[in-house]
């Protein structure tokens, strides 16, 4: 049984940093793609970030190129997502998931497995 948990929410004022981590167990973490994905108070998730399999390619949705990374140590099966130069507009419950495949996508129903998400509240 897949099981994703994150940790590393909380509150931070603007311009701060927070580090999100993902633990993973139950499946060979080192054989599929990583997610982060974020869901903000009355509005759908969306794609944040994804690392291949291997680390040796990423993708930033626009909102967050240049402020966040996404990275994963594969003997530690844990997934990290990097936020600095917050924003108010970054708050939301973040997800990660992790792929079917060894490459990067997109699209939430590429996405097997979910945690149960860690919340980031960024105050002005």
């Known amino acids: 049984q897949v099981q994703l948990v994150e940790s590393g929410g909380g509150l931070v004022q603007a311009g701060g940093s927070l580090r999100l981590s993902c633990a993973a167990s139950?499946?060979?973490?080192?054989?599929?793609?990583m997610g982060w994905f974020r869901q903000a108070p009355g509005k759908e998730r969306e794609f944040v970030a994804a690392?291949?399999?291997?680390?040796?390619?990423?993708d930033y949705a626009d909102s967050v190129k240049g402020r966040f990374s996404i990275s994963r140590d594969n003997v530690k099966n844990t997934a990290y997502l990097q936020m600095n130069s917050l924003k108010p507009e970054d708050t939301a419950v973040y997800y990660c998931?992790?792929?079917?495949?060894?490459?990067?996508?997109?699209?939430?129903?590429?996405?097997?497995?979910w945690g149960q998400g860690t919340q980031v509240t960024v105050s002005s």
């Open positions: 998931a992790q792929g079917a495949v060894q490459r990067i996508v997109r699209p939430e129903s590429a996405y097997p497995y």
């Open positions: 139950g499946r060979t973490f080192m054989m599929y793609a």
């Open positions: 690392i291949t399999w291997n680390g040796g390619s990423t």
